[in-house]
């Protein structure tokens, strides 16, 4: 029974402000329109260009449930196409990356296609003289995506023809990808080896709303970063001992709820935000010898000094991201159904930055969101229990009521207490918008 | 003191004994004390630093996770997970009588198992083995997964 499609007032009851209905996360009629609507409309992120460095790269993943191609074209560009040839639906690449040479060529009829789309040749092409080939979709090649943006490497692309601007998207939200960016020396970043893949059976939106969520470190992360600082309190070190890597990393999950309060969240419109205004639990790692000295070489005193203080946590973009620019870490959070995510967590180096920052990433990675991490695990159990839990019928709602204040403004910039549930509030204002802004009634009505 | 090559294919068998039993403390000390294990995330990965893995972990991190998996607070060891291996006879490939050290490598079946999942991982492991004080003792340990660049749900306990 389609209860939400083309109701947009259905749609905008499922979020009151400080609580949002359970369908969100488990209905399946949901999810499609998401697919439909939301990701179609949104900026979504595609591949880092590293991933496809030459000309003929290519790297196949997701925009949404969308299967696309991202390329480099024979004059440099990079181009998003959908990954399906206008013959049959074939998909034209299966493996996940690598190189076509100057053109596509579909494996079933062996129709042709240039690095941008454009059709190069049919066999027995005179089969389709006089049959209006030349004005079917067909005939024009593989489809481009709507848009395309190529921002300091990083690859997005909204799927819709028309919409929102990417500058009018992302607005202030881009400074944490200049920050992340700007920590290399050359001002530019390359993907370091595949990424981690971790199937959960849960909601997206549960993933990218834990992205900010605060309060629980200490509690879900107990097992692992709690016994962590546990164990090393126990090896009775001297006073003065410097951490080792690995609890570098670890105990900070432990600090206490004082420590998140202060840390603050800043939201921007459109539902991006980060944790980590002031400081975060990547503030206090060590300096590594002779990073300082080439940043200041690159930069400047002023500017260096700027670029590395800043120590934001984790910033969501909306919808499915996750950058940490302090270790150059990007988590991708894959819609595959309304109780289905594939999680992909990306590590970059820093051209001309030291390599020990690339190592003290990829520990990172693995030991906080690998399908073997001893945190991911905890993550994990909690959301899918979520996704059980709300099929009961007890109650209907989902609390997301922290720090909340009547009539928020999610259009304005706002910096708040860091444990505050307001960038959840802000990501579903703006899901409300991408979810209805093209069906046909506010369509109609903006028009 | 030497080493037969079936001492140092019964250590194999009793080492995947002691992870499939849960007998921690006895598996943690077969390790020499700068030893690491290592599941390579990637087909024939060379470097465990620079790029992600799995699992890249010295003898604390391998405490870590023991002391977890029976921590109070451990939800996602409520309930607990199961593990079974079943391995070929170990081939020994490096055997240096002079520095006590040698090399096996073992194919297997790993299986694990919570509450209604259970999953099949299909491991090549290559043991790097040392003889301290007349004790064979583990250097080294990589695991390398036959579909490592898939995406998986939890791993919790040691393939």
């Known amino acids: 029974m389609a209860r939400y499609s083309d109701n947009p007032a259905a749609i905008r009851d499922l979020f009151r402000g400080n609580e949002v209905h359970r369908d969100v996360y488990i209905d399946p009629e949901i999810y499609k329109l998401e697919m439909k609507h939301l990701f179609a409309n949104a900026w979504v992120f595609v591949g880092h260009e590293s991933q496809t460095p030459n000309k003929g790269d290519y790297f196949s993943t997701q925009v949404g449930d969308q299967p696309v191609i991202q390329v480099r074209h024979s004059d440099g560009e990079v181009h998003v196409l959908h990954n399906r040839c206008p013959h049959k639906g074939t998909k034209i690449v299966i493996d996940r990356a690598g190189n076509t040479g100057k053109f596509f060529r579909c494996p079933y009829h062996a129709w042709s296609f240039k690095t941008d789309g454009c059709l190069l040749a049919i066999p027995l092409k005179k089969g389709y003289e006089n049959t209006g080939f030349d004005k079917s979709d067909s005939g024009k090649g593989m489809k481009a995506v709507g848009e395309v943006r190529n921002y300091r490497g990083f690859i997005f692309c909204r799927l819709a023809e028309t919409g929102i601007s990417f500058e009018e998207y992302f607005d202030g939200s881009l400074s944490s990808i200049d920050n992340m960016v700007d920590r290399s020396p050359a001002g530019r970043l390359e993907v370091a080896g595949p990424p981690l893949r971790y199937m959960h059976h849960c909601n997206w939106k549960m993933l990218v709303e834990n992205q900010t969520d605060t309060c629980h470190p200490m509690v879900a992360h107990e097992s692992s970063a709690g016994t962590a600082v546990k164990l090393w309190e126990e090896l009775d070190m001297p006073e003065g001992t410097p951490l080792p890597p690995a609890m570098e990393i670890i105990a900070p999950f432990m600090s206490p709820y004082e420590f998140f309060e202060n840390m603050g969240i800043r939201t921007w419109p459109n539902g991006h935000g980060h944790t980590g205004v002031h400081h975060s639990i990547h503030s206090n790692y060590s300096a590594i010898p002779g990073y300082m000295e080439k940043m200041v070489e690159a930069y400047g005193e002023e500017k260096a000094k700027a670029i590395l203080g800043e120590n934001r946590h984790n910033t969501v973009y909306f919808p499915n991201i996750m950058i940490k620019g302090p270790i150059q870490q990007l988590r991708v959070f894959i819609p595959l159904a309304a109780d289905k995510t594939l999680v992909e967590s990306y590590i970059y180096r820093l051209v001309d930055g030291p390599e020990q920052l690339t190592a003290r990433t990829a520990m990172y990675n693995r030991m906080i969101n690998a399908p073997t991490s001893i945190v991911g695990h905890d993550d994990l159990e909690m959301y899918e229990r979520a996704q059980e839990g709300l099929q009961s019928d007890g109650m209907e709602w989902v609390n997301i009521q922290r720090l909340y204040q009547e009539d928020e403004d999610f259009s304005e910039e706002k910096v708040e207490n860091g444990t505050t549930e307001r960038q959840m509030r802000n990501q579903f204002d703006a899901w409300v918008k991408f979810m209805i802004s093209d069906m046909d009634d506010v369509r109609e009505a903006a028009e | ?159």
């Open chain 2, 1 to 159: 003191m030497s080493v037969s090559k079936d001492q140092l294919i019964d250590f194999i068998y009793e080492e995947v004994r002691m992870l499939d039993e849960g007998r921690y403390d006895e598996w943690l000390a077969l390790w020499l004390k700068d030893g690491h294990y290592w599941m390579p995330l990637d087909y024939n990965q060379t470097d465990p630093l620079n790029v992600t893995s799995l699992m890249y972990e010295d003898l604390f991190m391998l405490k870590l996770r023991v002391e977890r998996l029976n921590g109070a607070r451990t939800f996602s060891q409520k309930p607990k997970s199961r593990c079974h291996h079943v391995i070929q006879r170990p081939f020994v490939d490096e055997i240096d009588e002079a520095a006590g050290t040698f090399v096996t490598k073992t194919f297997m079946h790993y299986v694990e198992t919570r509450l209604d999942e259970q999953f099949l991982l299909a491991l090549t492991a290559r043991h790097e083995l040392a003889l301290v004080d007349g004790k064979l003792r583990i250097a080294n340990k990589r695991v390398d997964i036959l579909n490592c660049d898939a995406a998986f749900r939890n791993i919790q306990l040691l393939p």
